[in-house]
């Protein structure tokens, strides 16, 4: 958990110079993946996370959030392999369902790529730009 909280914070809070409440209640309810590269046979680091969290909980449909990678982990497909998991975990979890993010405006063409639509127009989140994005089921 400590990993997860860290890795949260040196992303969301530092890196993005965006002071909010990262650690809120869907925590408690969220299904977390976490990705872990290892050195050697004890040193572990976690490189990559994401949420998955339960319908009627964020949105009506299952939502996918706060997708990390590390600084020194990017544009090597770990971001793109979470999602995958995740996306397989929500239909395995939740049947039927489509999934509903809110994802920062310049990573519309990851989530397109995923098969996220657009379904808002660009909104401002913590001072940045968003857009709600759903896969349909």
Same mark, same amino acid.
């Given at each position: 958990?400590?990993?997860?909280?860290?890795? *949260?914070?040196?992303?969301?809070?530092?890196?993005?110079?965006?002071? @909010?409440?990262? %650690? /809120?209640?869907?925590?408690?309810?969220?299904?977390?993946?976490?990705?872990?590269?290892?050195?050697?046979?004890?040193?572990?680091?976690?490189?990559?996370?994401?949420?998955?969290?339960?319908?009627?909980?964020?949105?009506?449909?299952?939502? %996918?959030?706060?997708?990390?990678?590390?600084?020194?982990? *990017? *544009?090597?497909?770990?971001?793109?392999?979470?999602?995958?998991?995740?996306? /397989?975990?929500?239909?395995?979890?939740?049947?039927?369902?489509?999934?509903?993010?809110?994802?920062?405006?310049?990573?519309?063409?990851? @989530?397109?790529?995923?098969? @996220?639509?657009?379904?808002?127009?660009? @909104?401002?989140?913590?001072? %940045?730009?968003?857009?709600?994005?759903?896969?349909?089921?």
């Amino acid at each position: 958990m400590y990993a997860m909280l860290k890795l *949260r914070q040196d992303v969301f809070i530092v890196e993005q110079h965006c002071p @909010y409440h990262d %650690i /809120d209640e869907l925590d408690r309810i969220a299904l977390h993946v976490l990705g872990w590269q290892t050195f050697g046979s004890e040193k572990e680091e976690l490189v990559a996370y994401l949420r998955l969290v339960p319908p009627g909980k964020k949105y009506k449909e299952p939502s %996918i959030g706060r997708v990390i990678t590390r600084f020194t982990h *990017r *544009r090597k497909g770990l971001g793109l392999e979470l999602m995958r998991v995740a996306l /397989d975990s929500s239909r395995q979890h939740f049947p039927g369902e489509g999934n509903r993010i809110s994802a920062q405006a310049h990573l519309e063409g990851f @989530y397109s790529g995923l098969g @996220y639509q657009v379904v808002s127009e660009p @909104y401002d989140e913590d001072g %940045i730009p968003h857009l709600e994005m759903l896969l349909p089921a």
